[in-house]
């Protein structure tokens, strides 16, 4: 086959591109639905048959989570964690390593 020609596109390719695609939208929906919901009021999250796109967003959700829960407190205990735990991961790499002999 020269290089300027195309590759024949075989029903394997067709199926196979389209088994991703579902597969896409399947994985990407849920973050899809979560950041709709987050600008939602609570009867629309609910709602029978669900409303696929806010009609008036806001922002009631946001300001419910800072003002009734210490959202900021969560968020510093993950970084704390997850900080803590890398340091600690890059000291045993660290220690490992050095006792390893070639």
């Known amino acids: 086959m020269k290089p300027t020609q195309k590759k024949p596109i075989t029903a394997f390719t ?9 597969l896409t939208v399947l994985f990407i929906f849920p973050f899809y639905w979560i950041l709709t919901g987050a600008f ?8 029978i048959p669900p409303q696929w ?3 008036t967003p806001t922002m009631e959700n946001f ?3 800072m003002v ?3 959202a900021l407190q969560w968020l510093w205990n993950s970084v704390f964690i997850s900080l803590a735990t890398m340091l600690l991961v890059c000291k045993l790499i ?3 390593r050095d006792m390893v002999v070639i």
């Open 94 to 96: 660290l220690t490992a």
């Open 40 to 47: 939602k009021s609570q009867p629309d999250t609910i709602m």
């Open 14 to 22: 067709v199926i196979s591109t389209i088994i991703l695609l579902l």
């Open 53 to 55: 796109w806010p009609k």
């Open 63 to 65: 300001q419910q989570l």
């Open 68 to 70: 009734q829960n210490p």
